[in-house]
């Protein structure tokens, strides 16, 4: 009997096959072709989810959007007056204004001194009369001088150190010229505008300071949002890792969720610092036209909108890959 079941099981059983499951390699092709395709469900599934819920997202996209207009609006502004005082930006130039007493001659015989001196480029004399008539033509005051008794401008030496670049110098400089008898007051032109540009440092040290906190809120927006998306998948996410989906599986669609958010806030910020802009524009084209001047706010541009939009990008993503390693580890089957 033992004898006839084996040559039964013989002739039912070939030699060399082996019964259960047998393993084979992937492709590399193949694992990558899978990995595009999990990509691309991916991102269509994530973008769906987001529109499904289109007053929430809209929301979300407002806020981010919000919180990246105030720091860009602010450095859009920033460079516009830098573009202005870019314009004033001249070499240093010391105003000597003489004493109500000096005649004509003595002025001109005081420019010729101090043109002669090295440590002075240029000295030019403006006598008061040449003064009282180009303020009479700009100022647009000609009736009211006119009925003056007597010219109340002094005369008036203009100074340009040979060396302008060093402010240093030119205020040493000036401080020796204001100690001749002649002069009543000599006043460096540049001392403003120093002022206006460490005024402006200052600004846009405090520009970044608030972008830095704001783009921290910006990222706690964007995981808190991400975490209620886990929180709502919770049991779809627990059934993907019990049939052996990786993390990185589960990660995906997280990702792609915050990426999606923050291309949406860029894009928000886009319009908005842009409507802003446009609705000053007409205003501060009257302001700059009343001073004969041809200044015109510049904008985001192209490239200023796009750079928004990726930065809101990789803030989503960002927050999104903080949001599921903290919380998508905590998710186990059980």
């Given at each position: 009997?033992?004898?006839?079941?084996?040559?039964?099981?013989?002739?039912?059983?070939?030699?060399?096959?082996?019964d259960?499951?047998?393993q084979?390699?992937?492709?590399?092709?193949?694992?990558?072709?899978?990995?595009?395709i999990?990509?691309?469900?991916?991102?269509?599934?994530?973008?769906?989810?987001?529109?499904?819920?289109p007053?929430?997202?809209?929301?979300?996209?407002?806020?981010?959007?919000?919180?990246?207009a105030?720091?860009?609006?602010?450095?859009?502004?920033l460079?516009?007056?830098g573009?202005?005082?870019?314009?004033?930006?001249?070499?240093?130039?010391?105003?000597?204004?003489?004493?109500d007493?000096?005649?004509d001659?003595?002025?001109?015989?005081?420019?010729?001194?101090?043109a002669?001196?090295?440590?002075?480029a240029?000295?030019?004399?403006?006598?008061?009369?040449?003064?009282?008539?180009?303020?009479?033509?700009?100022?647009?005051f000609?009736?009211?001088?006119?009925?003056?008794?007597?010219n109340p401008l002094?005369?008036?030496?203009?100074?340009?150190?040979?060396?302008?670049?060093?402010?240093?110098s030119?205020?040493?400089?000036?401080a020796?010229?204001?100690?001749?008898?002649d002069?009543a007051?000599?006043?460096?032109?540049?001392?403003?505008l120093?002022?206006l540009?460490?005024?402006?440092?200052?600004?846009?040290?405090?520009?970044l300071?608030?972008?830095?906190?704001?783009?921290?809120?910006?990222l706690?927006?964007l995981?808190n949002?991400?975490?209620?998306?886990?929180?709502?998948?919770?049991e779809e996410?627990?059934?993907?890792?019990?049939?052996?989906?990786?993390n990185?599986?589960?990660?995906?669609?997280?990702?792609?969720?915050?990426?999606?958010?923050?291309?949406?806030?860029?894009?928000?910020?886009?319009?908005?610092?842009s409507?802003?802009?446009?609705?000053?524009?007409q205003?501060?084209?009257?302001?700059?036209?009343?001073?004969?001047?041809e200044?015109?706010?510049?904008?985001?541009?192209?490239?200023?909108?796009l750079?928004?939009?990726?930065l809101g990008?990789?803030l989503?993503?960002?927050?999104a890959w903080l949001?599921?390693?903290r919380?998508?580890?905590?998710?186990?089957?059980?």
């Amino acid at each position: 009997m033992i004898g006839r079941g084996r040559a039964a099981a013989g002739r039912t059983a070939p030699v060399g096959r082996r019964d259960g499951a047998s393993q084979s390699r992937t492709r590399w092709r193949d694992q990558f072709n899978g990995w595009l395709i999990h990509h691309r469900l991916s991102a269509a599934d994530s973008m769906n989810r987001v529109l499904d819920n289109p007053f929430s997202s809209a929301m979300t996209w407002l806020v981010i959007g919000i919180a990246l207009a105030l720091p860009t609006g602010l450095d859009v502004a920033l460079d516009n007056v830098g573009q202005l005082s870019a314009s004033w930006d001249s070499p240093a130039q010391i105003s000597l204004f003489l004493q109500d007493g000096v005649s004509d001659d003595r002025a001109r015989q005081l420019q010729e001194e101090l043109a002669g001196r090295g440590d002075i480029a240029q000295a030019q004399f403006v006598s008061r009369a040449e003064a009282l008539e180009e303020f009479r033509t700009l100022s647009g005051f000609a009736e009211v001088l006119a009925s003056l008794d007597s010219n109340p401008l002094p005369h008036l030496i203009l100074v340009s150190p040979a060396d302008s670049a060093a402010q240093s110098s030119a205020a040493a400089l000036r401080a020796e010229l204001e100690a001749y008898p002649d002069v009543a007051q000599a006043v460096l032109d540049m001392e403003w505008l120093q002022r206006l540009n460490s005024l402006m440092e200052l600004s846009r040290r405090l520009v970044l300071a608030v972008g830095g906190l704001l783009v921290v809120g910006v990222l706690l927006i964007l995981g808190n949002t991400i975490r209620l998306a886990i929180e709502s998948r919770r049991e779809e996410i627990v059934i993907v890792k019990l049939v052996g989906g990786s993390n990185a599986f589960v990660r995906r669609p997280f990702l792609y969720t915050g990426l999606w958010y923050g291309v949406g806030g860029g894009l928000f910020a886009a319009i908005l610092v842009s409507a802003s802009l446009w609705f000053l524009r007409q205003p501060v084209s009257e302001l700059a036209m009343s001073y004969q001047s041809e200044f015109q706010l510049r904008g985001l541009g192209i490239m200023g909108g796009l750079n928004l939009i990726i930065l809101g990008g990789l803030l989503g993503l960002a927050g999104a890959w903080l949001a599921v390693a903290r919380h998508l580890v905590e998710i186990q089957p059980r």
